[in-house]
């Protein structure tokens, strides 16, 4: 009898702390849908207007024409045209000029203009360097199917499903540079360097 009481009270204490644990788990999919699903949130409307730049953009025929210096013909520079990717869609600005890049990040500077123009801060570029190096190796089409949801992780930051289903993402996207660096801005600025691991 003593024993089954005993049984009975482990049930009842396991029981509880599921319940408990689903509790905090719905309770973070609704802080998720109200902060950061029902409209942009606050923090992310002073960060600057995210571009994608065109590098292997063609000259037209309105780029100034070429400038001669004695025997020899040297093409005038031309600026860059840049078109703005937003991972949620919600807006679309005119396209900017962009600027050149700091060369913070050595492991993947080839990412380092994107990260910048999708708005991350340069003080958190060296960061996000390592984390893409250690989570990529800068690769966007990497794909860990090892990773327990559903979707595995995805892309340069290795998004995983429970940011598919937080941020109702599309996960195919996640592979797109621009969308991936976008959407691990939106999971960095809900819970910093956590959901990869790092906690200071």
């Not at 992310?44 to 065109?54: D, N």
């Not at 990412?111 to 708005?119: D, N, S």
């Not at 958190?124 to 990773?147: F, I, K, T």
Request: with cysteine.
């Amino acid at each position: 009898m003593r024993l089954r009481n005993l049984s009975l009270r482990a049930r009842s204490f396991v029981t509880s702390a599921a319940m408990l644990r689903t509790i905090a788990l719905a309770i973070t999919f609704v802080w998720g849908y109200l902060a950061l699903g029902a409209g942009e949130p606050e923090y992310l409307q002073s960060i600057a207007e995210p571009v994608y730049p065109v590098y292997d953009e063609q000259p037209t025929a309105t780029d100034a024409a070429p400038v001669e210096h004695g025997s020899s013909t040297t093409a005038a520079p031309v600026a860059v045209t840049t078109t703005v990717v937003w991972a949620d869609s919600r807006r679309e600005p005119a396209p900017v000029t962009t600027t050149t890049v700091p060369g913070i990040m050595h492991h993947c500077p080839q990412w380092e203009a994107e990260a910048i123009a999708q708005g991350w801060p340069l003080d958190q570029l060296s960061r996000l360097d390592h984390v893409m190096w250690r989570e990529s190796r800068c690769l966007p089409d990497a794909h860990n199917g090892a990773d327990p949801t559903e979707y595995g992780s995805r892309g340069l930051m290795q998004i995983n499903g429970f940011w598919v289903y937080r941020l109702e993402l599309d996960a195919d996207r996640l592979y797109e540079p621009a969308y991936n660096l976008r959407v691990a801005l939106l999971a960095y600025s809900a819970s910093g360097w956590s959901p990869w691991g790092i906690t200071d």
